[in-house]
């Protein structure tokens, strides 16, 4: 009895506190956006330190993820990429392009009825393999494809 | 620097196609203004698609985004009619959001 007392005391301190939280502008509630922005990842330099980051390092070859993305890029500035995956249970893509100074571009994850694909313009400063990693039940999966690069995309 | 922002989902089969386009300079970092410094990074981070309120996509992206993103995205399940929201935020702070219906 004791025990349920506190737990709904401490349930209304801790609304109390979201309240005074709230008044004071300490919780901004329209920026309904999450931060999360995994840092050490982006800022690797090898796509291996980035796979390590995003706790993807063991990976296996799959035929079921399937990267469209030109053989010949004109313009590395804004190369079309597509990607997805078959495998099931997939929730999450990472983009990486291995020679780019940093080579993770981009992570997504999926959940409720969002299917593992993703189609972006990337930049492309020289030809690279262009790796596509896919979590599907805490294993990870890739494949790769490679895109020369005729006009490095470095500029911007 | 945050532009228009212009989306549009069409149900193609099963699945709503969802596309997206964001008006952002994506700068790398590694370009030279004409005064010969650096221009610094400003790119968008974190991107999040929300079907009727709920988030069903959340990404992150670096600077190797094109300039003025367009992504395309497929959500299963989804009906003519839902709200399809979608939302930036950059290495600034900066943050931008538009919705569209599913057509």
């Not at chain 1, 995994?38 to 399937?66: C, H, P, R, Y």
């Not at chain 1, 313009?121 to 020369?148: F, Q």
């Not at chain 2, 930036?88 to 702070?93: Q, T």
Request: proline share 5%.
């Amino acid at each position: 009895m004791d025990e349920a007392r506190r737990v709904v005391l401490r349930g209304a301190g801790a609304t109390g506190v979201l309240a005074v939280a709230l008044a004071a502008g300490l919780l901004k509630p329209e920026r309904a956006i999450a931060a999360s922005w995994n840092k050490a990842a982006f800022d690797a330099k090898s796509a291996v330190d980035a796979l390590k980051s995003i706790g993807a390092a063991d990976t296996q070859e799959s035929g079921d993820i399937v990267i469209e993305a030109p053989q010949i890029a004109e313009n590395g500035a804004v190369v079309p990429i597509e990607v997805s995956s078959k495998i099931p249970g997939t929730t999450s893509l990472a983009v990486l392009i291995e020679k780019n100074p940093f080579p993770l571009a981009a992570h997504f994850k999926f959940t409720g009825g969002a299917m593992p694909f993703v189609k972006v313009n990337v930049k492309m400063g020289e030809s690279s393999i262009v790796r596509v990693v896919a979590d599907a039940g805490g294993k990870h999966y890739t494949a790769t494809k490679e895109v020369k690069v005729t006009i490095g995309g470095c500029g911007g | 620097m945050s532009g228009p922002m212009k989306a549009r989902a069409r149900m193609q089969g099963s699945y709503a196609d969802v596309r997206v386009l964001m008006s952002h300079p994506m700068e790398t970092g590694q370009r030279k203004g004409r005064d010969g410094k650096p221009i610094p990074k400003h790119f968008i981070q974190n991107l999040e698609v929300k079907l009727n309120g709920k988030t069903v996509i959340e990404g992150e992206v670096s600077q190797a985004v094109s300039r003025n993103p367009v992504f395309s995205f497929r959500i299963g399940g989804a009906k003519a009619g839902d709200k399809v929201e979608i939302s930036w935020l950059d290495n600034k702070g900066d943050t931008n959001k538009t919705e569209t219906a599913v057509a």
